[in-house]
Structure formats: C-alpha cells, structure tokens
C-alpha cells in the first residue's frame, strides 16, 4: 500500500473496505461536526453501513469511476478526500473532503486535494475538476479558493439536507489553470 506525506505528520493513503472499523470510529468521533455540510456521517451509521459505503468506493475504483483517500495524523484516521464522480473519458471529475473536528485549520484537506488533483491531471489526463459545496460551508469554500479554483455559480436550493433546502456552490479549475497555478508556486520556491 502507498503512503503520501502530507508534512506535519500527516499522510495520504487509500481507504478500503477493510478498514471498517478505523473508520466507524472516526466518524463516530466526528460525526456532529462532519455532518453540518455532509452526509456521510447519515449513510455511515454503524459497521455494515461503514463497510458498504467503503465497498462502493472501492467498485468505484474498479469501474474507473471515483476514487476515495484516508488522511491520517499521526496515526489517526482524521478525515479523507475523494472523487466522488471520475469520469476519464469525459475529463471531469469531482473532488470532495471531510475532516473530524480535531484537525481541522492544519491545512490538511488542502495539501490533500492538491496531490489528488495533481493526480487526476497530470496522470489521467482529466482537464476539469469541481468542488460542489453548501454555500454555508465557509471551510470547504476557502479550500476551493486556496485550490485556485474559479466559482461557476450557484444551484439554489437545488439539494434538500436534512429537511432543509440549501444552495449548492459549483467551483473547478481547468488543467491549464491549475498547471500553471503550480508552476507559479514552483517558481516561488525556488
């Protein structure tokens, strides 16, 4: 299995089916927090529901049509990224994260995302990635703009969560933006 440093003590590293309980017992710790904007935490209520939402990730990955990431912290299982929808052949695909409330405000779904979308463009040759977000999602939006991302506009009350109707904010960057954003940021390490 591969491990990508995220610095700090954090590490990128697929998510699996196996992991099960890892990751009941994260979302059990942050479960509140999480499911603010998301509702993962309302489709990953006990063991089975855990283990079958992971297995839907990982027929994802074998069908070429999602992707879905661990964030560890020292250890930890704190959170994790994904492609919610990867479609190859279309050159689209849809970033999203999440985070328990102990490592929030590290920076950690940021450095995250880039190395995944660093992946889906430079190796899979996908030219837009989006970041569909509540637009009360302060948090999640900031991670779009740190992404260089450009807002495309919003779905009003396009989703219902909860019993409540929300607007839905559209973000992406293009692979020319985003290579040229990390070439810039390249640049200014030098």
Not at 69 to 96: H, M, N, P, Q, S
Not at 100 to 125: Q, S
Not at 137 to 165: H, W
Request: with cysteine; hydrophobic share 45%; aromatic share 8%.
């Amino acid at each position: 299995m591969f491990a990508t440093s995220l610095g700090d003590g954090a590490e990128l590293r697929p998510l699996e089916p196996w992991q099960a309980e890892e990751f009941l017992a994260h979302m059990d710790r942050g479960r509140e927090f999480i499911g603010r904007h998301v509702g993962l935490p309302d489709v990953t209520a006990d063991l089975d529901s855990a283990r079958n939402w992971l297995q839907s990730y990982a027929d994802k990955a074998a069908a070429d049509a999602g992707r879905l990431y661990g964030i560890w912290l020292d250890g930890l299982l704190v959170g994790g990224v994904l492609f919610r929808v990867f479609d190859a052949k279309a050159e689209t695909c849809e970033a999203g994260c999440w985070l328990e409330p102990a490592a929030a405000g590290r920076g950690l779904v940021t450095r995250a995302v880039r190395v995944i979308i660093d992946w889906a463009v430079e190796e899979r040759g996908i030219h837009r990635v989006e970041w569909l977000v509540s637009s009360k999602n302060t948090p999640s939006i900031n991670v779009a703009k740190r992404l260089g991302m450009s807002r495309d506009g919003v779905q009003r009350e396009n989703a219902l969560y909860r019993g409540v109707r929300q607007d839905t904010e559209i973000w992406s960057v293009l692979a020319p933006e985003w290579r040229s954003a990390r070439s810039a940021d390249s640049r200014s390490q030098a």
